[in-house]
């Protein structure tokens, strides 16, 4: 399968924003759902945030509603997610993946998550 690798992340201070970035080798995931997910230690992994191919369809977790943004750019085959109002509790190691291909709304929901990302570390303070 193909790779994505990921940039971005680092260390700031409650309130503070940072972008992840996520780009695919080896193949481009134009028709494939995307997601980000985190895990923080001692905790389940869980979705972020997914988007439909196209960009028109996005889900976000509860927790980062109206602070998180997704996107994707299909001509350089990379996925971003944008977060802002950083709180501790967002303290987790972040991963893109690709999911199924799209299928209609809701399929990325139900998608399954296969290829990964190596994990950026996302860390904020008080």
């Known amino acids: 399968q193909g790779q994505l690798v990921q940039s971005g992340g680092g260390s700031v201070q409650t309130g503070g924003s940072l972008r992840l970035s996520c780009e695919a080798s080896g193949y481009t995931y134009t028709s494939y759902c995307m997601g980000w997910f985190r895990q923080a230690p001692g905790k389940e992994r869980e979705a972020v945030a997914r988007?439909?191919?196209?960009?028109?369809?996005?889900s976000y977790a509860d927790s980062v509603k109206g602070r998180f943004t997704i996107s994707r750019d299909n001509r350089e085959n990379s996925l971003y997610l944008q977060m802002i109002s950083l709180k501790p509790e967002d303290t987790a190691m972040y991963y893109c993946?690709?999911?199924?291909?799209?299928?209609?709304?809701?399929?990325?929901?139900?998608?399954?998550?296969?290829?990964w990302g190596q994990g950026t570390q996302v860390t904020v303070s008080s």
């Open positions: 988007m439909s191919p196209g960009g028109g369809t996005t």
């Open positions: 993946a690709q999911g199924s291909a799209y299928s209609g709304p809701g399929s990325c929901r139900r998608a399954e998550y296969r290829v």
